[in-house]
Each structure stands twice: as C-alpha cells, then as structure tokens.
C-alpha cells in the first residue's frame, strides 16, 4: 500500500487551468509539441547561417588547427580551459570533415538540439497542462541556449549533460524500486564528468538528492549502484582534474585571481571572474550580491539581464519550488536545488563563477525553466475572472512563440555577433581566396616560421586570424604551409603576409627588429621587394584591431628562393 502511494505520489503534476480536462490536456501537450520543433528550427537556423568567428570562440577553435589528441592533455593554446572529452570530440570533428565553421559547431549543435528532445521528456514526468506547455516554451526559445548552441564553446555540452544527468535521476525518483537507472546514472558519470566541467556540481546534486531515499529504502538493490555512482563521481573528477583540469586552471589562475591596481600590461587579464563570486570579504555587500545574482543573467530565460532583467523569471521559479513543496513532491527539491547550492560553493572558494554571465551556469538552465513554467501557470491561475485568465495565457503563451519567431528573423537580417567579427571575416576571406590565385600565398608565421612578433600568436585576434587562414586559404586547408618556391616567377609573385595588432593593445606584441632585417636582408638578396600593401581593418573598434602588411617579392635573377632557416 505504502508503494502504491510513493507512486502515485510521483506522476506528472496536472497544473490545468482547466481542471482533469483530457481533451484540454492533449491540446496542451500538443502545443508543447510544436515549440520543441520551434525550438530545433531555431538552433538549426542559426547554425546554418554560419555566423563568424567571434574571438571567444577563435581562441578555443585556433587549438585545434595543427593539434592531435595527445596535444589537448594539459593546458590547452591561447589560455583556454574547456573540458577533455569535449576538446577530444571537437578535435574528431574537425579530423573527420575539415576545419570549417560548421564542423567546429556541430557537437554543441548535437547536443543543443538533444537537450530540446530531452528537455521535454524531462518535463512531462514532471508536469502535465499549462505548466508542461509553458515550461517546454521557455526552454524552446530561450536566448542563451540557443546562442551557446551553434558556438565552437562547452556551453551547450554543458546544459545537455546536466539534463541527461537529471533525467536519469528523476526517473529514479518516480520508480525506486527498480535500480536501473541507477545503473545508468552510475555509468554515465565518469563520461559526464568528461564533458562538462559543471556536471560534478549536477552529479553532486544528485548523490545529495538521493541520499535519503536510498537510505529509508535501505536495501541493497539501490545501495550498491548509489555507492558505484558515487564512487565514479568522484574518480571521474579526480582523474580528469589530474590529467585535465588541473593543469588547465594552474596556468589560467589568473581567471579568479583579484585584479591589480598597478599599470602592468597584464593587468586586464586578471579579476575575469571575480564579479562572479559572492562578496564574503565584505558580507554587507552579500545580499546585494544575492539579490543582483538571482535577478540578473543567470536567470535569463527566456530572456533577460542585469540589474533585475530577470526578476520574472525568479520570482516564477520560485512559486515552481512552492508548488513542488506543497504538491508532496518536496523530496524532488533536494535533486534540483542542490547543484544551486554546490556552484555557489564553489563560486566561494573561487574555483568557479557563479552567476553574473549565462553562460558559465548553463547547466542551471533545465531546472530554472522546469520550475519557471509551472510558476508562471501557477501565478497566471490567481486571477479571478476566468475569461481574463485564459486571455492573459494566451497572450503570454503568443509571446513566447514571437519570441521564438522573431530569433529567426533576427538571426537571418544580422548574421553576426558583431560588425568588427564580419568585417575580420571579410578581408580574410578576400585575402586567402582572391590573392592566392595570381600569386603564391604565404603567411610569415605559420609558413616562414618568422614570429617577428614575440608573444602574438598567444594572446588576441591571432587566434582569428589563424582560424581565418585555415578555413579560407585552399593550402592551409589541405595541410600545406611550405611556399612552392619554384612557381614563383615576375608574373606570379611571391607575397608574404605579416599579421599584428597594434601596439596599444594587449599583448603589446612589438616587431622584433633584428629578426625582421635579417629575415628582409636574406629575401631581397634573391627577390625584388616589389610592392608592400598595409590594411588596417576595425581600426575604430577598441580591441579589435587588426593589421595586415602584405609585402611582395619577385625573384631577380633564379625562381629558386632562399632556403627557410
């Protein structure tokens, strides 16, 4: 009798404005239906209009332009810190159909699209009514996760696990008597922990969450597989974090470390994540802090902002956690609020932000929306007068489809991020596609091995102009660097290709003068210095600015050149 009622206890909650109505009910989850295929168009558009690199994604994407999976053990080039198995199955990708655009973001796309599927599976054990349709609409057209799914960043892979993760938790919770799937979740750690960083604060969560209805069942049938699940969790991290993680993060520190007060020319690169890290040094400032976090972007679904942007949605989330307290599903809680309190642990000890930026808490996005929907059926449901209550349902339930519909037309007017992203694409596809087709193209870094620049090709928009030049240029492409000395003749020249940024901008990389005259005495001894062409492109976009010097040579006497020592 008593497993009677645990199970009954767990069903998907009926939250219909229209009381046990069936007919009402498939309406409802047909509705549903139709934002989960909004949902996938949406990703899938954006994806196909092949925005440009941004330089977020470049500095991740340029490590995997000559790197082989061995390379990405480690700290990882341009002071990234992404997770192993994400750089090892983007790396695969990119191995299997060429460094492109479009191959760089197919695995968040993947896994983008997945979370929409696995979203509203999630959603319906959970909810039924206007609490399933409002729930899987947010999710469907939110801004970040659909951003995040067509960027060559961890993101996404980071809301998908957390959603599977959470899936396999919550169909324990509503059948524990057969320990399948703890099974399940137990072989699915390591793996997850893996991909995404934040699935040890969604796995912990879990282990928590579970921990007392494992011990009031207290048999061995799900003791065992929440032990191993448990042991896999923490091997998985301790492992990753040896080979991975942790070495990423020892030369990264400079992440969550204070920023400085002096002019050193390193100094903006401190304090990145210090906004995302609770006040305890000066604890008056922590319930501002508390109140900015939870209302701001880590909130922001379907959309939002800072200072209180996305108070709606917490208020909403918050009547969700009411409605599971005082529903008897309380015992869920623990499943979802505890990877909350675990990021905020760790926003504390300054080994991970929290809130302030959508992305860094991506993983927190299921539950916020799983809760903000039936919240919002919930507060929709105290107004009184039933034909205004059906309007105001459907108006916001509309506002959620134009929200989706207008994504698209907005993706398709202004495919970019931003203009100086499009313009850097621009040239650099001119550059390597028009150029190269009357005269032999080569770059002085990755061709000549001239790093006349110290310190460049480290830091900045280095990373997009080597991402630039091995999806554009057809010989970088195929894999080869080494110029073809002996094409090059007075009617198809050589030009070399010296890329910098200018000296006002971080990392103040100056041209190394002895190495460029010798480089210059060496080539006008065997070719005619002919024409030298300087393109300054986002000049007025503080950040941004790239310089190009094409300088072009033809040969004097022999089409033979100079060796490349």
Same mark, same amino acid.
């Given at each position: 009798?008593?497993?009677?009622?645990?199970?009954?206890?767990?069903?998907?909650?009926?939250?219909?404005?229209?009381?046990?109505?069936?007919?009402?009910?498939?309406?409802?989850?047909? &509705?549903?239906?139709? /934002? @989960?295929? +909004?949902? #996938? %168009?949406?990703?899938? $558009?954006?994806?196909?209009?092949?925005?440009?690199?941004?330089?977020?994604?470049?500095?991740?994407?340029?490590?995997?332009?000559?790197?082989?999976?061995?390379?990405?053990?480690?700290?990882?080039?341009?002071?990234?810190?992404?997770?192993?198995?994400?750089?090892?199955?983007?790396?695969?990708?990119?191995?299997?159909?060429?460094?492109?655009?479009?191959?760089?973001?197919?695995?968040?796309?993947?896994?983008?699209?997945?979370?929409v599927f696995l979203f509203y599976h999630l959603a319906r054990r959970l909810w039924?009514?206007?609490?399933?349709?409002?729930?899987?609409?947010?999710?469907?057209?939110?801004?970040?996760?659909?951003?995040?799914?067509?960027?060559?960043?961890?993101? &996404?892979?980071?809301? /998908? @696990?957390? +959603?599977? #993760? %959470?899936?396999?938790? $919550?169909?324990?919770?509503?059948?524990?008597?057969?320990?399948?799937?703890?099974?399940?979740?137990?072989?699915?750690?390591?793996?997850?922990?893996?991909?995404?960083?934040?699935?040890?604060?969604?796995?912990?969560?879990?282990?928590?969450?579970?921990?007392?209805?494992?011990?009031?069942?207290?048999?061995?049938?799900?003791?065992?597989?929440?032990?191993?699940?448990?042991?896999?969790?923490?091997?998985a991290f301790l492992t990753v974090y040896k080979i991975s993680t942790g070495p990423?993060?020892?030369?990264?520190?400079?992440?969550?470390?204070?920023?400085?007060?002096?002019?050193?020319?390193?100094?903006?690169?401190?304090?990145?994540?210090?906004?995302?890290?609770?006040?305890?040094?000066?604890?008056?400032?922590?319930?501002?802090? #508390?109140?900015?976090?939870?209302?701001?972007?880590?909130?922001?679904?379907?959309?939002?902002?800072?200072?209180?942007?996305?108070?709606?949605?917490?208020?909403?989330?918050?009547?969700?956690v009411t409605i599971l307290y005082r529903r008897k599903r309380k015992s869920l809680?623990?499943?979802?609020?505890?990877?909350?309190?675990?990021?905020?642990?760790?926003?504390?000890?300054?080994?991970?932000?929290?809130?302030?930026?959508?992305?860094?808490?991506?993983?927190?996005?299921?539950?916020?929306?799983?809760?903000?929907?039936?919240?919002?059926?919930?507060?929709?449901?105290?107004?009184?007068?039933?034909?205004?209550?059906?309007?105001?349902?459907?108006?916001?339930?509309?506002?959620?489809?134009?929200?989706?519909?207008?994504?698209?037309?907005?993706?398709?007017?202004?495919?970019?991020?931003?203009?100086?992203?499009?313009?850097?694409?621009?040239?650099?596809?001119?550059?390597?596609?028009?150029?190269?087709?009357?005269?032999?193209?080569?770059?002085?870094?990755?061709?000549?091995?001239?790093?006349?620049?110290?310190?460049?090709?480290?830091?900045?928009?280095?990373?997009?102009?080597?991402?630039?030049?091995?999806?554009?240029?057809?010989?970088?492409?195929?894999?080869?660097?080494?110029?073809?000395?002996?094409?090059?003749?007075?009617?198809?020249?050589?030009?070399?290709?010296?890329?910098?940024?200018?000296?006002?901008?971080?990392?103040?990389?100056?041209?190394?003068?002895?190495?460029?005259?010798?480089?210059?005495?060496?080539?006008?001894?065997?070719?005619?210095?002919?024409?030298?062409?300087?393109?300054?492109?986002?000049?007025?976009?503080?950040?941004?600015?790239?310089?190009?010097?094409?300088?072009?040579?033809?040969?004097?006497?022999?089409?033979?050149?100079?060796?490349?020592?």
């Amino acid at each position: 009798m008593k497993t009677r009622f645990i199970q009954m206890n767990r069903e998907p909650l009926n939250l219909s404005l229209g009381g046990e109505n069936e007919k009402r009910l498939q309406k409802l989850a047909a &509705a549903a239906r139709i /934002f @989960v295929i +909004l949902g #996938l %168009l949406i990703r899938t $558009v954006r994806y196909l209009l092949r925005f440009p690199l941004w330089p977020d994604e470049s500095f991740l994407a340029a490590g995997f332009i000559r790197s082989d999976f061995a390379d990405l053990l480690g700290a990882i080039d341009y002071h990234q810190v992404a997770p192993l198995f994400f750089l090892w199955a983007e790396l695969a990708v990119v191995k299997i159909l060429g460094f492109t655009e479009y191959s760089l973001r197919f695995f968040p796309l993947l896994c983008s699209l997945g979370s929409v599927f696995l979203f509203y599976h999630l959603a319906r054990r959970l909810w039924r009514g206007e609490a399933l349709l409002l729930a899987v609409a947010i999710f469907a057209v939110s801004y970040y996760p659909i951003r995040h799914g067509a960027e060559v960043k961890p993101y &996404a892979v980071d809301l /998908f @696990v957390s +959603l599977f #993760l %959470l899936t396999l938790a $919550v169909g324990w919770w509503q059948k524990p008597g057969s320990s399948s799937r703890l099974w399940w979740l137990a072989a699915a750690t390591a793996p997850a922990i893996g991909f995404s960083f934040p699935a040890v604060f969604v796995g912990g969560g879990i282990s928590l969450g579970l921990l007392p209805a494992v011990l009031r069942r207290g048999r061995g049938k799900s003791v065992i597989p929440y032990l191993v699940f448990n042991l896999a969790l923490v091997g998985a991290f301790l492992t990753v974090y040896k080979i991975s993680t942790g070495p990423q993060y020892s030369t990264e520190s400079w992440l969550s470390s204070p920023p400085r007060k002096d002019a050193s020319s390193h100094g903006w690169q401190e304090g990145a994540w210090v906004k995302c890290f609770p006040p305890f040094e000066e604890p008056v400032k922590l319930p501002g802090w #508390l109140i900015k976090t939870h209302t701001g972007r880590l909130f922001a679904y379907p959309n939002g902002g800072k200072h209180g942007g996305s108070a709606l949605t917490f208020i909403c989330f918050l009547a969700g956690v009411t409605i599971l307290y005082r529903r008897k599903r309380k015992s869920l809680l623990p499943i979802l609020l505890a990877p909350f309190a675990l990021g905020f642990i760790a926003a504390a000890l300054h080994r991970y932000p929290y809130g302030y930026s959508a992305r860094f808490n991506l993983y927190l996005a299921p539950i916020i929306c799983l809760l903000a929907g039936p919240g919002a059926a919930v507060l929709i449901s105290l107004i009184r007068p039933e034909k205004i209550r059906g309007a105001v349902f459907t108006v916001f339930v509309s506002l959620l489809a134009l929200m989706g519909m207008s994504i698209i037309v907005a993706d398709c007017v202004h495919p970019y991020k931003n203009e100086e992203d499009i313009a850097s694409r621009r040239f650099a596809r001119h550059l390597w596609k028009e150029e190269s087709r009357e005269a032999e193209l080569v770059c002085a870094y990755t061709d000549l091995g001239k790093d006349f620049f110290p310190g460049l090709f480290e830091w900045g928009n280095s990373a997009r102009y080597l991402c630039h030049q091995s999806i554009y240029s057809e010989n970088h492409r195929r894999g080869r660097h080494a110029p073809d000395w002996s094409s090059i003749t007075r009617d198809r020249p050589l030009k070399v290709v010296v890329f910098s940024i200018p000296e006002n901008l971080f990392p103040h990389a100056r041209r190394d003068e002895d190495t460029w005259d010798r480089w210059l005495k060496e080539m006008t001894t065997r070719y005619e210095l002919l024409d030298r062409e300087k393109h300054e492109i986002n000049q007025q976009v503080k950040g941004q600015h790239e310089t190009y010097e094409i300088y072009e040579f033809v040969p004097k006497i022999s089409p033979e050149g100079p060796g490349t020592d």
